[in-house]
């Protein structure tokens, strides 16, 4: 086993990945465990995921020939002040790392997950959604970002939240008959069998969202653009309104510059679908060329690492590590 290994991590909100590679690109481990969303989870929860998909990676090498970790997390600012300093600590530790570990804003590797240039944009979609201007492996500027709560517009959750007021909204009278109803109520009670009252549907969608974790509504984001591409008028608005959220984030950065590459992550955007394939059609209008779609994160994670190593840009390194899975 070569000398020089380097660990990439990619704790997103949806997942916990991990590559461990060497400085060319080769890969010789990955792992792979549950979410890293510090925003909803407790930090011991956060804490587990992340050790579990490092050992993975970590399973066929020794820990100590590992020279840099690399990790790109969302809510950055959880996992490097306060009470998380330790258990994070304890990740490394326990994984028998002795190396420095650089912890970098998901936005920074989700762009390097699309190229190799160092300065440029990047729009992320996902469970939650941001823009970002990224230079130097630094977040420059960013326009929302800001959790499901209070921002976080077209994302992933914002679209399941959509997708029940709607639901409300056929239900009492407010508005349009819509394909979601069905689909929505069978996804939330994991029964095809409900009851036809509106009232009774009422009470059962209400009680079933305010039973559970709010981010669970983030799991009713794919209904949306099924629906609007079945024909459904009211799913079709949504994913409208969703699109131009999404494409004013990405454009209403101050120092955006229609020549520098812009990329496109996370699942709303790189996966087929009529959100992603809108958004890349306004955007490739403003910037005047396709916008670039990320591979993979903890891939990039891992050649950010590797240049640090190195000191220098390996495209080839680069194309080999952020190639998506298949």
Do not use: K
């Amino acid at each position: 086993m070569p000398n020089g290994l380097v660990l990439g991590i990619d704790a997103g909100t949806s997942l916990v990945e991990a590559v461990c590679a060497t400085t060319d690109g080769e890969v010789v481990g990955r792992g792979r465990s549950g979410s890293a969303n510090a925003m909803v989870l407790p930090v011991a929860e956060v804490v587990a995921h992340l050790s579990s998909a490092a050992r993975q990676a970590l399973s066929a090498v020794d820990p100590e020939q590992i020279t840099v970790v690399v990790v790109g997390a969302a809510g950055m600012l959880r996992f490097t002040r306060g009470a998380a300093v330790g258990p994070l600590a304890g990740v490394w530790r326990s994984s028998g790392l002795t190396c420095p570990v650089r912890v970098l804003a998901d936005a920074v590797t989700a762009f390097a997950a699309g190229t190799p240039h160092g300065h440029g944009s990047v729009l992320i979609a996902d469970i939650g959604a941001i823009a970002a201007r990224i230079g130097a492996e630094e977040v420059l500027e960013r326009v929302d970002g800001n959790g499901w709560l209070v921002g976080d517009d077209g994302s992933g959750f914002w679209l399941g939240r959509q997708a029940v007021r709607a639901v409300f909204a056929e239900l009492d009278h407010r508005g349009d008959p819509t394909l979601l109803t069905e689909a929505v109520l069978a996804t939330l009670t994991g029964d095809d069998s409900v009851p036809t009252d509106p009232a009774e549907r009422v009470l059962l969608l209400r009680d079933t969202v305010y039973d559970g974790p709010p981010i669970a509504l983030a799991g009713l984001a794919r209904l949306v653009p099924a629906a609007a591409e079945a024909g459904d008028r009211v799913a079709q608005r949504i994913v409208d309104r969703a699109v131009t959220l999404l494409v004013d984030s990405a454009t209403s950065l101050t120092a955006d510059d229609p020549d520098e590459p812009l990329v496109l992550a996370g699942s709303l955007l790189s996966e087929d679908g009529p959100i992603g394939r809108e958004v890349q059609r306004r955007l490739a209008s403003h910037h005047r060329a396709d916008p670039l779609l990320a591979g993979s994160c903890a891939g990039a994670a891992a050649w950010l690492a590797a240049c640090s190593v190195t000191s220098h840009i390996d495209p080839v390194a680069h194309a080999r590590l952020t190639a998506p899975r298949m």
